[in-house]
C-alpha cells in the first residue's frame, strides 16, 4: 500500500475517481492529506465527506511560492506520504516539493504531451483542429509538463465534437487512468530508467 497526499485547485473529480477506485478496492493505497492552493475548493469538500485532514492555502500564501512548497512539503511529511498526486492543481511545484519527494510527484495533464502543455490543453487541441489528443500522466519535475511520461490514453476528436463534449471525454479518461497508474505505483511497477524514460515491468 502506498500513501498518497493529492493537491488540488478545484472541484476535485479526479480526488473523487480515486476515492471510488479506493472504495471499489482496486487501488492498494490511503490518502493521507489533500491539499488545495484555494480555501474555496469543492475538492476540499469532498476530502472532508471522506474523512481525509486537510490543508488550504490561500492566494496570498503563494506571495512567496518557495515558503508556500516549503510548507506543503513539510505538512505532507509529517502526513507520512509516500507519493504527491497534483489533481487538477494550478500552481508550479517548485524545489522544496521536488527535493522532498523526488520522483515521486504525478501530475495528469488533458493533452497527448509533449503536444499542448500548459494550463489550456483541451481548449488548444480543439482549437488547433487535431483529430487526436489525450491524456498523460508522469512525474512532475522542474520543467512545466515536461517530466518522464507514465502512461498515456489517446482520444478522438470526431465531427459533432464540441469543446464541451471534448472536455467531457477527456475527464471520463482522466478519472480511469489516474487510478490505473497509481495502482501501478502501488505495486512497485514503475521505475526510471538512466535515460530518463519510465518502465513499468
Known sequence: MIRLGVLLSGSGTNLQAILDALEAGVLDASV???????PDAYGLKRAEAAGIPTLALTRKSYDDPVAADEHIARALKQAGVDYV????????????????FPQRIVNIHPALLPSFVGAHAIADAFAYGV??????????NEDYD?????AQRAVVIEEGDTLETLEQKIHSIEHVLYPEVLQLLAQGRVSIGNDGRVAIR
Not at 493521507?32 to 484555494?38: A, P
Not at 483529430?131 to 512532475?140: M, Y
Open 32 to 38: 493521507e492529506l489533500v491539499v488545495s492552493s484555494r
Open 146 to 150: 515536461k517530466g518522464p511520461i507514465i
Open 131 to 140: 483529430k487526436l489528443t489525450g491524456v498523460t500522466v508522469h512525474l512532475a
Open 85 to 100: 498526486v497534483m489533481a487538477g492543481y494550478m500552481r508550479r511545484v517548485r524545489a522544496p516539493l521536488l527535493a522532498a
